[in-house]
């Protein structure tokens, strides 16, 4: 059993920048990889983020490479979501994911075993 907890989330301007934030615990948290996805208003949830266990390999979604950053500290059992330059469009509410089977079948919601409960992002224009 995996806990996830987001927070960080709230109102930004455009341009502005967020750092969310997912602690997990119930398990070695570095032995499992962990996503951020986000799901709009109206909008199936989609792929953002996803980091591996040691934290040297991230993929992204195209649509924030460039502006959002992974990372994890596995002492702290927590990864991050940097998010730079915001834009209208990323309002969203933010959800941590855990893969506990290593499937790395990072865009599959399916290959998650863990979700948080989310944490909402508003950019205003």
């Known amino acids: 059993q995996v806990q996830l907890v987001e927070s960080g989330g709230g109102l930004v301007q455009a341009g502005g920048s967020l750092r969310l934030s997912c602690a997990a615990s119930g398990r070695t948290f570095s032995s499992y990889a962990m996503g951020w996805f986000r799901q709009a208003p109206g909008k199936e949830r989609e792929f953002v983020a996803f980091?591996?266990?040691?934290?040297?390999?991230?993929h992204y979604a195209d649509s924030v490479k460039g502006r959002f950053t992974i990372s994890r500290d596995n002492a702290e059992n927590t990864v991050y979501l940097q998010m730079n330059s915001l834009k209208p469009e990323d309002t969203a509410v933010y959800y941590c994911?855990?893969?506990?089977?290593?499937?790395?079948?990072?865009?599959?919601?399916?290959?998650?075993?863990?979700w948080g409960q989310g944490t909402q992002v508003t950019v205003s224009s």
């Open positions: 980091i591996n266990l040691s934290g040297r390999s991230t």
């Open positions: 994911a855990a893969d506990l089977a290593g499937t790395y079948d990072y865009i599959n919601q399916r290959a998650y075993n863990y």
